[in-house]
């Protein structure tokens, strides 16, 4: 693909070929002296819409403040006991009957949070938009992996607590050595949990060569006009559909960062820097991956609006993992190839994802169903909701789409 962005023009070939030796340019990325990858605060606009604009990614500080993660910690623990009865926030031992949470959160602290104000502006920022919807999504906790602390501290933004004793635990030099002394010493014991790992991934929440092939809007609002939100997925499917090339829309995913998360090993969030303003030559020269993708969607395996890339690709040689303060909002273009690195670590990683859409994006009567079963799921989630709700601000009941752009 050939771009003029001064002239917004988009040359688009059709050829699709199989080369192993292409690669994205790379590009290099700046960490501040604490180890975390560079960040903005909310006020210096100008700067991250460069950064995201050049990388397909930025991190704005400060979008929570400490309460506001905290409550939300809480709310995530609230919320897996109020699925397993087993589980104890102190008994590690008890996590492995962790919930799989298949279905978007309605809870007063996860509704506030997506109708922060901070969120709201920058979003509205980078979109050049004001109608915006956000979607309903779900919350992430990684669990810790190796010398897991028993009992296990309270987890807050900047892991104190755990760091605290992990920081006593290493002054000895050898696992047997450390563990008797800890238990000596603190009355804590370490274990491993290497089953609780996730491998190494990358993905885009897309699928690039329908993105490139596609020359109207027609697929997408025939597949917009079928939901009707009476099943949770909706919520989900609304998500991954960036149009086509033509179109040339933006879509920016993100997530709410709840604790810090710097650490070597302690995982998270990776992806490719750059990657967004190269994904059509990308997506030309991989087309054992189109054809791939094509066995794949015929079959009907799983969610084909995903592409999930093979760990032997180049890629995963160019990939950084995005480090961020508690509190921060991580943004990423849908077009920015990004994945998951597994924990190696005592500290845990909770966060929130989140989308905001521009309120043209689905038609008029999916966003009345989608206010419906927004309203209905927040009355049975709450117990006081016409209250929460009444409280609210006119521009936060838009956001959450219980009241419709007009």
Not at 29 to 51: A, C, H, K, M
Not at 85 to 90: A, D, P, V
Not at 261 to 275: A, E, R, W
């Amino acid at each position: 693909m050939n771009v003029d962005h001064n002239h917004n023009k988009l040359i688009v070939e059709s050829e699709f070929k199989e080369d192993p030796d292409y690669c994205i340019p790379k590009y290099e990325i700046q960490f501040d002296p604490e180890g975390y990858t560079l960040s903005f605060s909310i006020e210096q606009q100008s700067e991250y819409l460069n950064f995201f604009k050049t990388f397909g990614f930025v991190i704005i500080r400060d979008v929570l403040n400490k309460k506001e993660c905290q409550s939300t910690i809480d709310d995530i623990w609230n919320y897996i006991q109020g699925k397993s009865n087993s589980i104890k926030c102190e008994n590690p031992k008890s996590w492995d009957e962790w919930p799989v949470i298949t279905s978007p959160i309605f809870t007063r602290q996860a509704l506030m949070n997506r109708s922060n104000i901070n969120i709201y502006n920058i979003y509205s920022f980078l979109l050049n938009r004001y109608d915006l919807y956000i979607n309903h999504e779900r919350y992430s906790f990684v669990r810790p992996t190796k010398n897991v602390p028993h009992p296990y501290p309270l987890i807050t933004p900047h892991l104190k607590n755990i760091n605290q004793i992990t920081n006593t635990a290493t002054t000895t030099t050898t696992t047997t050595t450390t563990t008797t002394t800890v238990e000596e010493k603190e009355n804590v014991m370490f274990l491993d949990y290497h089953h609780w790992k996730t491998e190494k991934n990358l993905q885009l929440d897309m699928n690039p060569f329908k993105y490139i092939e596609e020359k109207d809007d027609t697929k997408r609002q025939h597949f917009f006009s079928k939901l009707d939100y009476k099943q949770h997925l909706d919520f989900f499917k609304e998500n991954n559909e960036p149009g086509n090339l033509l179109l040339n829309e933006s879509h920016i995913h993100g997530l709410i960062n709840l604790t810090d998360n710097n650490y070597t090993d302690d995982g998270g969030l990776i992806l490719v820097p750059g990657s967004s303003n190269h994904l059509v030559e990308w997506a030309k020269n991989n087309l054992k991956l189109k054809q791939h993708q094509e066995e794949y969607e015929e079959k009907d395996i799983g969610n084909n609006k995903i592409l999930r890339i093979p760990e032997n690709n180049a890629l995963y040689n160019q990939t950084i993992r995005v480090t961020a303060r508690a509190g921060s909002l991580i943004l990423w273009d849908t077009k920015t190839i990004y994945g998951y690195e597994s924990s190696n670590t005592s500290r845990p990683h909770l966060t929130q994802s989140l989308k905001m859409f521009h309120s043209d994006l689905l038609p008029k009567q999916q966003l009345e169903y989608r206010s419906k079963q927004i309203k209905q799921l927040i009355e049975t989630n709450d117990s006081d909701s016409v209250s929460f709700i009444s409280n609210l601000s006119d521009l936060q009941k838009k956001v959450l789409g219980l009241n419709l752009w007009s």
